[in-house]
């Protein structure tokens, strides 16, 4: 792997097998992410844009081919090593933010340090601190019903950045938001982007955020394709 280069995907097949027919999501992609990028995967509902991201961040196994992350082939650890793999290299975005909603949004975002053993005190000031970072000090005492859309998921992104991992992944961040909510929360995964120095890639419906990442990818009948982020309409 280059020494630039966090992330490489060779020959990536996704298939499930239905009766006695095989359903291939897509198979034979390959590309290559290098350090601090901010890619968009785009394409149609059901192209395949989550199970990839799935695959990336280890949340399935592929049916063929490999991915790479920081030097590491993802197939071969273990189950408990790629829990382990996850919860230090990975931040991950849903769609949905997935808050725990008995507790707040302090512990919330503290949770993946308490898993992995980090003592509570620590763990609760460097969640206080990423909480600062999103813009929400003043709500940090509160539960996620206590909190607007938009809130829940700034909370969502710093409980995903709290362990300081090399690779974002997002799924649709800004997809259940109105248009302007979605624009403040894309507007702070940029610049949380470029201030930590981060490798993001964003699956998203919404061509012109796509077209403001560095790179686009875009997904359609099972194949990768790279288009010009230009290309892609500013509205």
Same mark, same amino acid.
């Given at each position: 792997m280059?020494?630039?280069?966090? !992330? ?24 290559r ?46 189950d ?20 725990? =909603? ?9 949770? =993946? ?8 005190? +620590?763990? +609760? ?65 940029s ?22 990442c560095?790179?686009? !990818?875009?997904l ?5 394709? +790279? ?5 892609? =309409?500013?509205?």
């Open positions: 280059d020494k630039n280069e966090i !992330l490489r995907v060779e020959r990536l097949k996704r298939s499930y097998r239905s009766g006695s027919a095989e359903l291939v999501v897509f198979e034979n992609l390959s590309f992410v290098a350090q601090g990028e901010m890619v968009a995967i785009v394409g149609e509902s059901g192209s395949g844009k989550s199970t990839l991201l799935h695959l990336l961040g280890l949340l399935d196994r592929p049916s063929e081919g490999d991915v790479y992350c920081a030097e590491i082939r993802l197939r071969a650890l273990s408990d090593a790629a829990a382990d793999f996850r919860n230090r290299k990975i931040g991950y975005v849903w769609q949905f933010h997935y808050l725990l =909603p008995e507790f707040t949004a302090l512990e919330n975002v503290a949770m =993946p340090l308490l898993v992995r053993g980090m003592a509570r005190p +620590e763990a +609760e000031e460097q969640a206080q601190s990423w909480i600062r970072e999103v813009g929400l000090q003043g709500r940090a005492d509160h539960r996620s019903g206590e909190l607007s859309g938009g809130e829940q998921q700034r909370i969502a992104v710093a409980r995903a950045l709290v362990t300081q991992p090399q690779l974002l992944l997002a799924d649709e961040p800004t997809g259940d938001l109105d248009g302007r909510t979605a624009e403040a929360v894309f507007e702070l995964l610049r949380i982007h470029r201030d930590h120095r981060l490798t993001s890639l964003i699956a998203t419906h919404n061509l012109a955020f796509a077209r403001r560095n790179r686009v !990818l875009r359609a009948e099972g194949r990768l394709q +790279e288009v010009a982020p230009e290309s892609l =309409p500013a509205a």
